[in-house]
């Protein structure tokens, strides 16, 4: 009996240890793009911060808290403060704190720039390749007040965040090859570090700490855009495969975001031949009428636009939705066409691919259905399922 109260008294006595803790508060780290700068920075962090050497992690400086330093990247290798670095040689560096459990804490500065966690220097020619290490919630703040105004009703914001979160976790890797996993431009996703963030936008982060929608036991791809127009996409007619969470939602407002964009014939005829479809003057469009919620030959089942056939002199040619959406700049493929005289009007509504959750469609929700966070997820993303991943 009391050999197990021994056992017990000391499992007891670990879970309660600092290392315990440093467990449970565990999250993933993601190595963000801030893309390049010129070969000198001043930097500096808001507690003692160390700088290592990434190929052995040997500590070449240390710093104290708001202690200022200028790097600076020769032919010859590093200097510091105007001196060479010892030990530094051409290697890559990483401004950091000695002990990692405390990254969440750090802050770092380049050029009065600020971002939390640590910051990779990767000599290039003539430049430095910026890299942001940060761990996931920290990295959020930075991101969810550039995709969503943080002033927008909280649930909505909760909401952004959770898709965020998952789009970010599932995206890691994407940019393996250029040595970080995802970049800071809607390429991925926005990111702005300390300068954008928001207390409200801050608080939605927190939270929802560490939930992700995810769909068999992996995490979904949770697009998102700025305003569907009516109803969102299924994904094959985006992507042309169906994913079973990316299914057409409708929303509680349609003709949304409305848009208009003109051009003239000539210089619609003179894309297309660049294209290798030469039909010659247009003289003819063929695009049934827009209705927002239901398909037709040339449409789908939200109303965007599957293909445009244009008739010409010289023949015709059928152009996709997507494909015009990119040759033309428009907002959306939710769009009609017609042609008067010698010009091209085309009026469409919403912004963005019209995948996943619509933006202003998860704040109408919010504002006018009073849905919660989880269920505007789980109008825009079906069949997902919110866990508690850390």
Known sequence: MKKHFIVLCSLFCLLLS??????????????????????????????????????????????????????????????????????????????????????????????????????????????????NRVTAEEYLQGVVPEEMPAEWNPEAVKAQAVAARTYALRQRKRHAKEGFDVCATTHCQQYGGVAVERAAA???VKETSGEVLESHGALVDALFHTDSGGMTENSEDVWGSRIDCLRAAKEVRTETYPWEKNITVEKFSELLAKRGKNIGTLKKIELSPIKIGKASK?????????????????????????????????????????????????????????????????????????????????????????????
């Open 202 to 204: 801050s608080r939605a």
């Open 18 to 131: 600092p290392a315990a803790f440093v467990e449970a508060a565990w999250q993933p780290e993601l190595l963000v793009s801030l893309g390049t700068a010129g070969t000198t920075l001043r930097l500096s962090g808001n507690v003692p911060v160390v700088l290592k050497r990434l190929d052995n992690k040997k500590v070449v400086w240390q710093g104290k808290a708001k202690e200022f330093a200028t790097l600076t990247f020769t032919d010859k290798g590093w200097e510091l403060n105007g001196r060479k670095l010892k030990k530094a040689d051409a290697a890559a560096l990483e401004l950091t704190v000695e002990d990692e459990r405390n990254l969440s804490k750090l802050v770092s500065t380049y050029d009065n720039k600020s971002y939390r966690g640590a910051l990779r220097l990767l000599p290039r020619k003539g430049s430095l390749q910026l890299i």
């Open 298 to 390: 040339d449409r789908t089942v939200s109303g965007r636009v599957k293909q445009v056939t244009f008739v010409g002199k010289n023949g015709k040619a059928s152009i996709t939705g997507n494909d015009l959406r990119s040759m033309l700049g428009l907002k959306s493929t939710l769009f009609g066409m017609t042609m008067n005289r010698n010009v091209l009007f085309i009026k469409g509504y919403g912004w963005g691919h019209g995948l996943g959750m619509s933006q202003h469609g998860a704040k109408a929700y919010a504002d006018s259905e009073h849905y919660d966070y989880k269920q505007i997820l789980q109008h825009y993303y079906r069949g997902a399922e919110l866990k508690k991943l850390y």
